[in-house]
């Protein structure tokens, strides 16, 4: 008799399945991630409290029992769940026990069933997730928030899941890089009656001050915006000094820093740059209610402490108005 030896087969390495499976985790349609989306949602419209960090604690344990399988449900179970009424986490064990009794038992009634009827079934189930009040309110509130609605709904409809929200995240990246590059200035004036100072342009009321530039930002100053925040300064001094209507000769300029949370090395440099450009005018800079962190870079840049002492910085608007306007009665001829 001859006997045949079958060799075993050589051992797979398992490395580049885990790779395939840590780069799944990182689309958008990942078991955790669509579990959180489906529950915050819900959670939203019932008014409920829901701690994430307990939910995913809750998956985690329950799949160390089963070899760490994901069985998350979709958003259309969220979505049946809150049309059908349920308030509790009591329906989930309802829900539950139903699919089971389905699966078990009548899964040969359904075996028939057209794939068009199963799509209707989808579709009416998730049609509650379509929410067109809420997108008429982010409408009004916000046009670009509006935009990045539309861009991810049209391209989930008509490329795919992943596109759609990639597209969706990268208008939002471009919206905040937008927002820290070019920060709004504000040109502030006096309230008439009292001793508060406000934007022009959202105060109808507020008034310039003669022989006063008053600036203000509310945004972070960095390496990305010094540039702008320069020349856009500058620009504002070139409109108010060749404005044809001013009451008063242009001589101080106040730049209220009580918005600015933080400032870098570029924002220091950019202070001092605009303080010499300032001074080569003949007009003076003076900076108001600067917040702890940017006085603290202030104060250890040596060339920045020489250019801004004591007699530059000023608690509030009105404090710097005041004091510099009896400096210019006292200085003038």
Known sequence: MEV?????????????KLKVRLKETLFPDDPF??????????SGSWQ???????????????????????????????????????????????????????LLFLMPLFVYTPNVVLGAIIIA???????????????????????????AFAGVIFISV????????????????IQITRPKIMVQGNIRGTDIYRSLHQYKDAQRIPGFLILATEAPINFANSNYLNERIKRWIEEETSAQNKQAELRFIILDLSGVPAIDTSGVAFLIDIKKSIEKRG???????????????????NEAHNH???????LTT?????SLSTLAKMTSP
């Not at 059908?84 to 989930?92: Q, R």
């Not at 007009?283 to 603290?296: A, H, Q």
Request: charged share 20%.
């Open 4 to 16: 045949h030896k079958v060799s075993p087969p050589p051992p797979q390495s398992t490395v580049s």
């Open 33 to 42: 991630r669509v579990s959180r989306g489906s529950r915050r949602g819900c």
């Open 318 to 322: 009105g404090e710097a108005v005041a």
């Open 125 to 151: 189930a998730v049609i509650g997730l379509i929410d067109i009040p809420a997108v008429y309110h982010i409408w009004k509130m916000d046009k670009m928030d509006f935009l990045v609605c539309v861009c």
């Open 283 to 301: 007009l003076e800079l003076v900076l108001v209610n600067p917040t702890g962190e940017v006085m603290e870079k202030i104060q250890r840049a």
């Open 308 to 314: 801004f002492r004591s007699d530059c910085l000023y």
């Open 48 to 102: 409920s409290k829901l701690e994430m960090a307990k939910t995913f604690l809750g998956f985690s344990m329950r799949a160390l029992g089963i070899r760490h399988h994901l069985d998350p449900g979709a958003f259309s179970r969220s979505a049946v769940n809150h049309n059908a009424g349920c308030k509790t986490a009591m329906s989930n064990v309802i829900m539950a026990l139903t699919v089971m009794i389905t």
């Open 162 to 177: 992943q596109e759609g929200l990639a597209i969706a995240i990268g208008i939002s990246i471009f919206r905040v890089l």
